[in-house]
């Protein structure tokens, strides 16, 4: 894999924001959006938490949505190796 494998869209550009060639796409089978704001919602949740020493993990589900799970990208790279 080179440099070119992997690009960033530009605003405004259908489709993932994230494009990856078939070479990339084979060691890395994710299509991402990436979305920045102000607030989300969801970090009130995501930071709720009961111990301390765990990984943190939260399930999220909206009215007829499939459940999503939210983890730190740190915590994803990891997992990745």
Same mark, same amino acid.
């Given at each position: 894999?080179?440099?070119?494998?992997?690009?960033?869209?530009?605003? !405004?550009?259908?489709?993932?924001?994230?494009? @990856?060639?078939?070479?990339?796409?084979?060691?890395? *089978?994710?299509? %991402?959006?990436?979305?920045?704001?102000?607030?989300?919602?969801?970090?009130?949740?995501?930071?709720?938490? !009961?111990?301390?020493?765990?990984?943190?993990? @939260?399930?999220?589900?909206?009215?007829?949505?499939? *459940?999503?799970? %939210?983890?730190?990208?740190?915590?994803?790279?990891?997992?990745?190796?």
């Amino acid at each position: 894999m080179t440099s070119r494998d992997v690009r960033s869209t530009v605003m !405004g550009e259908s489709g993932s924001d994230v494009k @990856l060639s078939e070479a990339a796409f084979t060691v890395f *089978p994710y299509d %991402v959006e990436c979305k920045a704001n102000a607030r989300f919602a969801v970090y009130k949740d995501y930071e709720q938490r !009961g111990r301390p020493d765990g990984e943190r993990l @939260l399930v999220i589900k909206g009215d007829r949505k499939e *459940p999503l799970v %939210v983890i730190s990208l740190e915590h994803f790279m990891e997992i990745l190796g």
